[in-house]
């Protein structure tokens, strides 16, 4: 069993930064591999990125490459979403998730975090 919370989210500036983050509980974080997917008002939940178990592979959205960088920290258990060069098309709810395998489809997920808001104004 995995709980996830997120925090970090906000009101930020078209342009600007955030970083999300999302702690861990439980012994097995290191075992899972971390998602960073949001949620737009009326739009499906979407992938925006993940990160293997040891951190060592990476997967982005289109939409986000080059802009967000995921991260974790196993000793911490938590997992990171540096958002650079924000857009008010960025506006939307983002939950992190816990997979046994990197993957980009939500179904692959078995641990969700309750979420946090971000909201890009222009």
């Known amino acids: 069993q995995v709980q996830l919370v997120e925090s970090g989210g906000g009101l930020v500036q078209a342009g600007g930064s955030l970083r999300l983050s999302c702690a861990a509980s439980?012994?097995?974080?290191?075992?899972?591999?971390m998602g960073w997917f949001r949620q737009a008002p009326g739009k499906e939940r979407e992938f925006v990125a993940a990160?293997?178990?040891?951190?060592?592979?990476?997967r982005y959205a289109d939409s986000v490459k080059g802009r967000f960088t995921i991260s974790r920290d196993n000793a911490q258990k938590t997992v990171y979403l540096e958002m650079n060069s924000l857009k008010p098309e960025d506006t939307a709810v983002y939950y992190c998730?816990?997979?046994?395998?990197?993957?980009?489809?939500?179904?692959?997920?078995?641990?969700w975090g309750q979420g946090t808001q971000v909201t890009v104004s222009s």
């Open positions: 990160i293997s178990e040891s951190g060592r592979h990476t």
């Open positions: 439980g012994r097995t974080f290191s075992l899972y591999a």
């Open positions: 998730a816990a997979s046994p395998v990197i993957a980009l489809s939500l179904s692959q997920y078995k641990y």
